[in-house]
């Protein structure tokens, strides 16, 4: 599937970690009846998606809620550990922004946007992109098609609501 604005987003289980542990996010349930941005990036803790990207999203949250998001959701192809880590040392947690882990890239790759870098060592990761559900159908869409975080950062994207 590649991901166009009016497509309805695939079922999909992702995780979080919560106190009990690792529990798993049925992102179908998450959108229903609900307006939710989504942003996905190649991995936690790297350059451009911990000094551009998350930050973006942050400076942002509280306009995009403004503008009825219900929800901020990052998701990259990590484990539930890191990205709780991951959110914790960034801020995106006390930004209410959701850190998920598509820890098997099975989300990722349903929506058409995996993104190998062998020469750094990420191999099944995310395109950076950033997109806006309402209950469950894309309404905006922006795949980054370069390197860096213009079209998929938060501003770029609240200009759109």
């Not at 999909?12 to 941005?37: Q, S, W």
């Not at 995009?64 to 484990?79: F, H, M």
Request: glycine share 10%.
């Amino acid at each position: 599937m590649t991901l166009t604005i009016g497509a309805k987003l695939p079922e999909a289980t992702l995780l979080r970690m919560a106190e009990a542990g690792a529990e798993p996010v049925n992102l179908t349930e998450v959108l229903k009846g609900r307006k939710v941005v989504i942003f996905g990036l190649p991995g936690a803790f790297t350059g451009t998606c911990s000094t551009a990207h998350v930050p973006s999203f942050i400076r942002t949250a509280g306009k995009l809620a403004e503008k009825g998001v219900d929800e901020i959701i990052c998701v990259s192809v990590n484990d539930p550990f890191v990205m709780k880590a991951w959110g914790e040392a960034t801020g995106a947690d006390a930004a209410g922004i959701s850190m998920v882990a598509d820890a098997d890239s099975s989300f990722t790759r349903a929506i058409g946007m995996t993104l190998d870098l062998p020469h750094l060592g990420l191999l099944a990761r995310s395109k950076r992109y950033s997109l806006v559900a309402e209950d469950g159908v894309v309404t905006q869409f922006n795949p980054e098609t370069g390197p860096g975080c213009e079209i998929s950062a938060g501003e770029h994207l609240l200009s759109q609501l």
